[in-house]
């Protein structure tokens, strides 16, 4: 997708303009956070187990070389196939590969965060090979042809009434030639147009939860079964996942799986859990003929061994953008990339560059509620403030922004002469804010006062007063 | 019954906000430490904690600054500040500053180890119960995000609100929800500091209270400015100020006596 994070606050404004999705996003607010704060309290180790999901992502990523290689040889064992890609484009490449391979004319697809990262739908589009989301959010924006605003629920910013204008536009070929507006009429409807794609399409694209290496197998956590029939039904699987998603054992996955679904949407677990190990076997009924595991490094190996490291433990849970206020505010779009919120401000920066993404690490208040709920303890503010620091050494924060630091900085080094500045500024101040004590406009910094007024100062300042009072 | 901290020496570490814009919450922490027993002493040579450097990524000001401050606090057994964001940034993230620092990152985690926000330290550590304090007022306490996250503030200040005679606590809906102040965010993203709080004083409205209180003046200078901007009654304190019986004084934003 065209990266916007350079217009992040321009994105923001517009989004908070947008009625609709302050409707949309006023849900997401009450909604997940009252789940995932009833189910960990519902769970009494639930702290335990972040903390063993966290050292098991860990420990993976300590040994991913190890592991990676396991996988594989499982994977063959079992017999399918393993492609290394090192970036989106060898994997767009491979997978189209396989496509032509089949001679494929259509793909369904099971949600996967990995193929929005890679732009894969414009690409089989591209290639004349028709991709069909069968997700029920994926396929609402595919609709709209929107990219994903949330990376567990995609087409949360659109209201029902949005998508009984979309199924309305888009549905008519297939005689549903009325406007539905109940939403579990809307589901239906969106079930029985998906139903045939899945017969008749030549491949099926899922991504991945878990790369077990234990046994070679790529799993999947959805609610809407629509994973299933997108890897059971065509004749050739592909499951496309990033490095870092391979765990040690199922066991493991066991683990992680506990604080996953309660972390994502309050659920003990998804509905649906589905390992596929391996093309269909002779004795099996159903499966696919050629199993396919596209694995993208796509940056992440770089980030091992450094300040970024942590971030590979994401489980894409989606807690911190839930509980995140500036999400709250803006929307997943405003953040401009695939991944939104605070997971994406402090991964967008190395996969789009720090001078396209600044504003994200920055657009933070430093809350550290994206740290409190991630299950896997990922010190989301601490590297949004490495990232912060990257934009000061390499000056791309803005000049006046950067002078008004070193500014602060100054004084704020020198006892004495903090002392005469502040003195200085409180009586200005005082006397800018008159008998109501409060100021309605600064010449100078307006981010204050265009919002809020500026409460004047007491009076001299609390060491002025202090010295006065020494020997009491 | 002698108290726990009878004679010991606190410095105190007013904070820049405090020092500038608010003294008031400065003597009310003198005040409530002076009747825990402790002798309190304002080191001169403070100035700021550093955050805003900090957090605007100009990491070796912060170190130069930071450096200032564990000078200036030494010698003293405890130091308490009137801020949970002030004194997180001394206890979490000054020994962060130093990782690679062996020298100056021991002198961080010492005083690290010393330092307090004032109402953990009151409850916790000094004993304190609020003296004759009577309040008959609707009081709702903002959770600062500082205060809860970093430096576990959470009961500790609604105990001795509790204790304040006559005074009635409401909590507010999404109490542990930023209000958007975040430092320098406010002035740089102010759009979205705006959205935030709009919502939170929206949910501070909500609880009909008389007053509004935190710990962290950021917060509360960030709220107050927001509610006289759009014309509400509501009055902003700081906790240290209603602990220490200056309930009846002008709020935030409010002028002077």
Redesign the interface.
């Known amino acids: 997708m065209q990266v916007t994070s350079r217009k992040f606050k321009e994105n923001a404004h517009e989004a908070m303009q947008d009625e609709n999705l302050r409707a949309a996003l006023g849900r997401v607010k009450e909604g997940f956070t009252a789940k995932r704060a009833e189910a960990a309290a519902d769970l009494p180790e639930f702290e335990d187990l972040r903390d063993q999901a966290r050292d098991i992502k860990d420990h993976v990523l300590e040994n991913l070389d190890y592991y990676l290689e396991y996988f594989e040889k499982k994977v063959i064992e079992a017999g399918g196939v393993v492609h290394w890609c090192s970036n989106a484009k060898e994997a767009k490449e491979t997978i189209l590969k396989i496509c032509r391979d089949v001679d494929a004319k259509t793909v369904t697809k099971g949600k996967s965060m990995i193929t929005e990262e890679i732009g894969l739908n414009k690409f089989l589009e591209s290639e004349g090979i028709e991709p069909i989301e069968t997700d029920l959010g994926e396929y609402i924006i595919q609709l709209a042809d929107e990219p994903p605003s949330h990376i567990i629920g995609p087409a949360v910013h659109k209201t029902k009434e949005q998508v009984t204008e979309l199924f309305h536009e888009h549905h008519q070929q297939y005689g549903y030639t009325e406007r539905e507006e109940d939403a579990e009429k809307l589901v239906g409807e969106a079930r029985a147009v998906l139903r045939h794609k899945y017969v008749v399409a030549d491949v099926g694209i899922t991504g991945a939860n878990f790369l077990v290496a234990e046994t070679g197998s790529t799993a999947i956590v959805t609610n809407e079964g629509n994973g299933d029939l997108t890897q059971s039904l065509p004749k050739t699987h592909i499951a496309v996942a990033s490095i870092e998603k391979v765990i040690p054992t199922l066991e493991d996955v066991s683990t992680v799986m506990r604080v996953l679904a309660r972390s994502a949407t309050g659920q003990e677990m998804s509905v649906y859990t589905t390992f596929s190990t391996g093309p269909k076997r002779s004795d099996d009924i159903d499966g696919p003929e050629n199993f396919h595991v596209v694995l993208l490094d796509g940056g992440r190996s770089e980030m091992i061994g450094t300040e970024l490291q942590e971030l590979l433990r994401c489980i894409r849970c989606g807690a911190c953008m839930n509980h995140c206020p500036v999400y709250h505010a803006v929307g997943g779009h405003s953040y401009g990339w695939v991944y939104p919120g605070p997971i994406g401000a402090a991964l967008n920066p190395q996969m789009v560059g720090i001078e396209e993404a600044r504003h994200l690490p920055n657009a933070s208040s430093f809350c550290g509620r994206c740290e409190e709920v991630c299950p896997v303890r990922i010190p989301i503010p601490k590297i949004l403030r490495h990232w912060r620091e990257k934009a000061f050494e390499q000056q791309i924060s803005p000049k006046p922004e950067r002078w008004g630091i070193e500014l602060w900085g100054f004084f704020a080094k020198r006892p004495w002469a903090y002392r005469l500045m502040t003195k200085v500024a409180v009586r200005v101040l005082g006397l800018m804010g008159g008998k109501n004590g409060k100021i309605k406009s600064l010449p100078m910094n307006n981010g204050w006062t265009a919002v809020r007024d500026l409460p004047a100062p007491q009076g001299a300042t609390f060491m002025e007063q202090w010295k006065k009072q020494e020997g009491r | 019954m002698s108290k726990p901290l009878e004679n010991v020496e606190v410095a105190l570490f007013?904070t820049?906000l405090?020092?500038?814009?608010?003294?008031?919450v400065?003597?009310a922490a003198v005040k409530l430490l002076e009747q825990s027993g402790c002798k309190v002493v304002?080191p001169?040579?403070?100035?700021?904690c550093?955050q805003?450097?900090?957090?605007?990524?100009?990491?070796q000001?912060t170190k130069?600054?930071a450096k200032?401050v564990i000078r200036?606090f030494k010698s003293f057994r405890y130091v308490v500040a009137p801020s949970g964001s002030c004194a997180g940034m001394i206890k979490k993230h000054y020994p962060?500053l130093f990782a690679d620092d062996p020298e100056m990152l021991l002198e961080a985690q010492d005083l690290a180890a010393r330092t307090h926000e004032l109402v953990s330290f009151l409850n916790d550590i000094a004993d304190f119960e609020p003296d004759d304090v009577k309040l008959d007022k609707k009081v709702t306490y903002h959770d600062s995000?500082?205060s809860l996250?970093?430096m576990k503030v959470k009961d500790q200040p609604r105990e001795l609100l509790g204790e304040v005679d006559d005074l009635e606590l409401i909590e507010a809906e999404d109490r542990?929800?930023?209000c958007?102040?975040?430092?320098?965010?406010?002035?740089?993203?102010?759009?979205?500091?705006?959205?935030?709080?709009d919502?939170k004083i929206a949910n501070l409205l909500a609880t009909k209270a008389d007053i509004v209180t935190a710990g962290d003046l950021g917060c509360l200078?960030?709220i107050?400015?927001?509610l006289?901007?759009k014309g509400h009654k509501m009055k902003v304190l700081h906790v240290a100020e209603i602990l220490a019986g200056m309930g009846d004084k002008?709020g935030?934003?409010?002028?002077?006596d």
């Open positions: 007013v820049c405090v020092d500038i814009n608010r003294p008031s400065g003597f304002v001169n040579a403070q100035t700021c550093g805003p450097a900090y957090n605007s990524g100009d990491k000001s130069d600054i200032n200036a962060e995000c500082s996250r970093e542990e929800a930023c958007g102040f975040g430092g320098t965010f406010c002035i740089k993203y102010s759009e979205i500091s705006e959205e935030m709080v919502q200078m960030n107050a400015g927001r006289s901007r002008p935030i934003a409010e002028g002077r």
